[in-house]
């Protein structure tokens, strides 16, 4: 597997972005090590915080939740998956696959060992993310699920399917625009460039490609067998569950419901339709901080 590494000169000078990046290993099953970079911010004892980023995002998406919940004494990891952001990128589309990406954040979880973990995940953060719970049930304490979805082969919105066509056939990836579009709000000229920082080039979008591609909305799809296994764990998980989709989210619309009704934990919680596009974090970030913060106070 060939691996591209952003250079750090990319990362400078962000705006709102102080933090210093954190780096794991992890080892692909063809044997490829591949550098995982997180931020890790708040005490070392705080109640840890998974923030968990999807397409074609990376954490800079996290920068305010960051700030308010560390200022909070919570401990905020914030991991940017494999081909996005400071994180390692294989430099071919066929190197991204669902499964791997499941495997390579597992390992990077299980080698923190965070546990109490409260997860907040969007987008692909909630493919993976909730993938992760379903293998490690133990080490989290409670969700916040947003804007995302466990496929199993069922289908698409017909917001996902325009997005699905628009990856597919641009001829180049503008990855802060499509941000910004993907937003409420119009992001500044800085804030756009900051999502493009980790792609000097096109030969770095490969997995920002792959990943519309890989999301199981077909029964022929990979890793329909898998999530429906996680689905049954899930559907046995009694901790603390709330759904905070937004209101201007064309690509999830109505995925709020399959986890309100299947998840134990999500049954008289208080769910929350909050102000936004797909891109929520950009849009309501005080909103978001007060629901996870609300979650483990409630715990308390």
């Known amino acids: 597997m060939q691996v591209l590494r952003t250079a750090d000169e990319r990362f400078a000078d962000l705006p709102d972005w102080p933090y210093g990046p954190h780096y794991s290993e992890v080892t692909d099953a063809d044997g490829t090590s591949l550098r995982i970079a997180y931020v890790d911010e708040g005490p070392r004892d705080g109640q840890v915080v998974l923030l968990m980023h999807g397409e074609p995002s990376w954490s800079y998406l996290y920068r305010k939740i960051i700030a308010a919940l560390a ?64 293998a490690y049930p133990e080490r989290f304490a409670g969700l916040v699920i947003a804007n995302t979805g466990l496929p199993t082969g069922s289908g698409m919105t ?41 792609f000097p080039d096109e030969t770095y979008k490969e997995g920002a490609r792959q990943f519309p591609m890989l999301v199981p909305v077909t029964p022929e799809h990979g890793s329909v067998a898998e999530n429906l296994a996680a689905w049954k764990i899930l559907e046995a998980f009694e901790k603390p569950v709330i759904t905070a989709f937004s209101d201007g989210d064309a690509v999830t619309r109505g995925g709020e419901a399959p986890f309100q009704t299947r998840i134990p934990g999500a049954k008289g919680q208080a769910h929350v339709t909050l102000k936004g596009g797909h891109f929520l974090q950009e849009d309501c970030p005080g909103d978001i901080v007060a629901v996870i913060d609300g979650m483990i106070q409630a715990r308390a």
């Open 71 to 134: 200022a909070k004494g919570y401990r905020v990891v914030a991991p940017d998956l494999i081909g996005f952001g400071r994180s390692d990128k294989p430099a071919l589309r066929t190197d991204y696959t669902y499964e791997r990406h499941v495997d390579w954040m597992s390992q990077w979880l299980a080698g923190l060992d965070l546990r109490d973990i409260t997860l907040f995940c969007q987008d692909w953060g909630g493919l993976i993310g909730l993938r992760l719970v379903a």
């Open 158 to 198: 017909a917001g996902f399917k325009a997005w699905l066509d628009i990856s597919q056939n641009v001829p180049q990836m503008p990855i802060g625009g499509f941000v910004s579009a993907g937003s409420g709000r119009d992001l500044s000229p800085a804030e756009i460039a900051a999502y493009d920082a980790p």
